[in-house]
């Protein structure tokens, strides 16, 4: 079966500071690999993908991830956070023909200025 | 417009009522899907439909069924409402090819 691990339920940045989002999986086979931005009040919008090829990933408002299979890990990073950026982060796998994806429970961002 | 709308978007009801919360998309994508999201618990899956015909249970089917009435409509239904289904309901949608889904805006559901 399928999971996701977020370690951090809560990370607190000062704006302009870098960012790190940990991200563990579990898959049996090459995992699909995304990360979702959930703004306060919103629905869940993607930031990034990793499906193949190249290990860091570029996304969205300045995001990256780095696809890491020694370590079964898609941690996400930003180089200097900016206080839109303050939202709750998951991270998710799939893979195989049901096209199902597993969520992590999520990284509440808080940006302090 | 959105390409996943939701309706309603907020909601509160009596526990025993009957509820339908109701999902459309513009993307034409042939996935549908059903989440329910609760603090600390990420997005779990309660129902999931490939195309018209094929409707599947995700892991938190109980308690909820769904219709399939077209390629852009999904809805899901709560046949009598209970309080610990007070939640944040998403809709999401998937072409056949590709794994990423999109999601509507959600709907807040309060069972008193």
């Known amino acids: 079966a399928q999971s996701v691990t977020q370690p951090d339920i809560h990370i607190t940045v000062s704006e302009g500071a870098s960012l790190e989002l940990r991200c563990n999986y579990s898959?049996?086979?090459?995992?699909?690999l995304f990360w979702y931005v959930q703004s306060p009040g919103q629905g869940l919008q993607l930031l990034l993908k990793?499906?193949?090829?190249?290990?860091l990933v570029q996304g969205i408002k300045g995001f990256e991830a780095e696809f890491k299979r020694s370590q079964s890990s898609f941690n996400l990073r930003k180089p200097s956070v900016h206080w839109s950026d303050a939202a709750e982060y998951f991270c998710a796998v799939g893979g195989g023909s049901n096209y199902k994806l597993t969520f992590g429970k999520g990284t509440l961002l808080t940006v302090n200025p | 417009d959105a390409d996943v709308t939701q309706t309603p978007r907020n909601r509160i009801t009596k526990t025993g009522k009957r509820i339908m919360l109701e999902c459309s998309q513009t993307?034409?994508?042939?996935?549908m899907y059903w989440y329910r999201q609760d603090p600390g618990l990420g997005l779990r899956l309660i129902y999931y439909s490939f195309d018209v015909k094929d409707i599947n249970k995700g892991e938190i089917s109980d308690g909820y069924s769904v219709s399939r009435q077209a390629q852009a409509k999904f809805s899901l239904s709560l046949e009598s409402a209970i309080p610990n289904q007070t939640a944040l309901y998403f809709c999401?949608?998937?072409?056949?090819?590709?794994?990423?889904?999109?999601f509507g805006p959600g709907t807040r559901l309060t069972v008193t």
């Open positions: 999401a949608t998937s072409d056949g090819t590709r794994y990423e889904q999109y």
């Open positions: 990793y499906f193949s090829g190249d290990t």
């Open positions: 993307k034409g994508h042939d996935r």
């Open positions: 898959y049996g086979a090459t995992p699909y």
